[in-house]
């Protein structure tokens, strides 16, 4: 049977404005004022923790990592409880799946305590009741460490399932870890980035762009051919 796993941030939830302004707040605290969007676009799909070892070596910041991380994360919370909205038809996507009775899960680089949050405050705890944090596996993406863990917790065959991403970090971790791909690139002009080529199913425009039905369609028709195999 296919399994899913859902990458969450920019993929089932639009919670990276969240995480910019999380991390501008605690750049500025440290004497860094001008943190943009710009700068910001160019790590998602990257761990938090990645993100901050690289600002604190760009920007010299003097605190350890470990203290900007906790920093940007009790930020971050009290904005992911209130202001994190899931995008619709990725909500009715998992919705469908729940119905059909797919086994999901959640894996992303947020920290356990964030993705509790987001899927607590959004209502998908209650359809997406597996989930693993990058804090608990040794690698981030774009290793296949934490698409490998859900796959286990999942009880499935790596072969067996479909990661859904909107970043090319995800979509190499999805290609190591020998699954397929459904990409909605969260940064529409990243869709011809190659890290999307060997998706099995591209969404180019991104959420405007993704259609449940194609998705469900393509999904299963994956996992009659595999059982054929």
């Known amino acids: 049977m296919i399994s899913v796993i859902f990458d969450l941030d920019g993929t089932l939830v639009d919670s990276e404005p969240n995480y910019y302004e999380s991390g501008r707040l605690t750049l500025e605290r440290h004497g860094v ?3 943009t969007w710009e700068q910001h676009a160019r790590f998602i799909g990257i761990g938090t923790l990645e993100t901050l070892e690289v600002l604190k070596d760009r920007y010299g910041l003097r605190p350890p990592v470990e203290q900007l991380l906790a920093e940007q994360n009790a930020a971050y919370l009290e904005l992911a409880r209130t202001r994190t ?10 919705e469908r799946l729940h119905a059909r009775g797919v086994p999901m899960a959640v894996a992303s680089g947020s920290s356990r305590e964030a993705i509790d949050a987001v899927l607590e405050g959004t209502g998908l ?6 989930a693993v944090s990058a804090e608990e596996v040794e690698r981030g993406k774009p290793a296949p460490d934490v698409f490998l863990e859900a796959a286990r917790r999942l009880g ?3 072969a067996d399932c479909v990661v859904v991403e909107d970043a090319a970090p995800g979509a190499l971790a ?3 870890a020998g699954m397929g791909c459904v990409a909605v690139p969260y940064v529409a002009e990243t869709a011809g980035d190659p890290a999307f080529a060997a998706a099995g199913l591209l969404f180019a425009g991104g959420q405007r ?3 449940a039905d194609a998705a469900e ?3 299963f028709a994956r996992g009659t051919a595999a059982a054929r195999a």
């Open 209 to 211: 762009e993704f259609d």
């Open 33 to 35: 004022p001008d943190f």
């Open 125 to 130: 705890a209650a359809l997406l009741t597996t």
């Open 217 to 219: 369609r393509w999904l």
């Open 85 to 94: 909205e899931a995008f619709p038809r990725m909500r009715t996507f998992v």
């Open 156 to 158: 499935a065959r790596p």
């Open 174 to 176: 999805a290609q190591a």
